[in-house]
């Protein structure tokens, strides 16, 4: 991996996609994160993967050069077939409405503490922060980034600790004001979800003038109102902080809307997506259906599916409410958690706290999985799916336990020294 210039471990280069880092000084904060995170497990970590995306890149390239023009024809063909089959699915007629709480954790920490308003500041550990406010992200100081690289981006910055059971209770309330248009709204977390506003507007037409009319409020939140989620979830991102954008329901704005829409903006293209899509020359959507042969050929079939699916900005229409919800999931990121006693402790009490949460929703689940993140920023899962559902605190955790026990036994005789846990 080249260290120096452009090329430099480009996981931990500055991402200014996100809201509230435009224009900031790209080398001279790429210079500081570089020079900070050096040595560190952290660092070593991101070296690691980077390696693991160029010798996948690499890969495809020997692919690419192996591919014939008979190859690109038959694949061209069989794009075309699909394309045309997937546009007479396209429907217009839904408003989805994604909204996103902006800055939740730090906006919350700044309501309780208000002199925080006007300073620079994150919530997390030295260790990763969960957000930052956007007086930080003028420093490049982001979520998902040790504390000890934003203190060097950011001296003064102030760094709040998680509190979990505020965050879950102001999102909560929110919660309650998205059931008022939205009774089936699906929450993605505590600071995100999507509402299908279609049946309240029909509704509201026929409400008196002094009903359909609101003060706005001080709020936090930025809305995406569209066709469909997957542009919904784009368009939320566009005037943050605490604003909207609505992008027409007509093919012709959808399609004009992903021309020069760069492919990062879309949910389910990351970071190694988007340099496996550059190293092919292919940075914005427009260029996806340009391309879509050659991609069809080197990506797998669900990859490319979906790739296609956004190059025509489509998405789905039908939001499965939360009582319909698939999973249930809680986790917990820590410094370093390396006795077995502590680890089988907390792994009960994550357990307590699904068994919980699935009371409440009326839930119950066949497959239990357990996902672990150690020292070396290295994520496994484990999983086990029984015969029969399960709901107790008493039998996630007996599923539960095992897991842990299996992964303990293939580090032994070392401890598991890990830094976050899951269900």
Not at 25 to 47: A, H
Not at 104 to 112: K, P, T
């Amino acid at each position: 991996v080249d260290n120096t210039g452009e090329g430099f471990l480009s996981r931990m280069a500055l991402n200014d996609n996100k809201a509230g880092m435009e224009g900031l000084d790209r080398d001279k904060i790429n210079k500081i994160i570089m020079e900070s995170s050096k040595g560190s497990r952290f660092y070593e970590n991101e070296l690691k993967r980077e390696q693991q995306v160029n010798q996948r890149i690499e890969k495809m390239m020997l692919q690419k050069a192996q591919v014939t023009e008979q190859q690109l024809q038959k694949a061209q063909a069989q794009v075309d077939r699909m394309a045309s089959a997937v546009e007479k699915t396209r429907d217009l007629s839904r408003v989805i409405v994604h909204v996103d709480m902006d800055a939740f954790y730090a906006a919350v920490e700044m309501r309780d503490c208000p002199e925080l308003k006007d300073k620079p500041m994150a919530v997390g550990s030295m260790s990763m922060l969960s957000t930052s406010n956007y007086h930080a992200r003028k420093y490049g100081v982001r979520a998902a980034m040790p504390g000890f690289i934003a203190k060097k981006l950011c001296p003064n910055l102030v760094i709040v600790p998680t509190n979990f059971d505020k965050y879950r209770a102001v999102s909560d309330e929110i919660r309650e004001i998205f059931a008022d248009y939205d009774p089936h709204f699906q929450p993605m977390s505590l600071d995100e979800a999507y509402l299908d506003f279609t049946d309240h507007l029909h509704q509201r037409q026929h409400w008196p003038e002094s009903s359909r009319t609101h003060r706005l409020r001080g709020s936090s939140a930025t809305t995406g109102i569209a066709p469909n989620m997957m542009l919904a979830k784009v368009c939320s991102d566009k005037n943050k902080p605490n604003g909207q954008y609505r992008l027409p329901p007509t093919r012709a704005a959808v399609m004009d809307f992903i021309q020069s829409l760069p492919v990062r903006k879309v949910s389910g293209i990351g970071k190694v997506s988007e340099k496996m899509l550059n190293a092919l020359g292919i940075s914005s959507c427009s260029h996806l259906g340009q391309q879509m042969a050659l991609l069809s050929l080197l990506f797998s079939e669900t990859a490319w599916h979906h790739l296609m699916q956004v190059s025509l900005g489509l998405g789905s229409t039908y939001i499965p409410s939360h009582e319909e919800r698939k999973s249930m999931s809680t986790e917990r990121t820590f410094k370093e958690l390396n006795k077995a006693e502590e680890q089988f402790s907390l792994c009960r009490e994550l357990c307590g706290d699904l068994a919980e949460d699935m009371k409440k929703e009326d839930l119950k689940g066949k497959t239990v999985t357990l996902k672990l993140k150690n020292v070396k920023f290295e994520v496994k899962t484990r999983a086990l799916t029984l015969p029969y559902a399960v709901a107790t605190v008493d039998e996630i955790f007996a599923v539960a336990k095992d897991l842990l026990k299996t992964e303990m036994e293939n580090e032994s005789p070392q401890p598991l020294r890990l830094r976050l846990m899951g269900k």
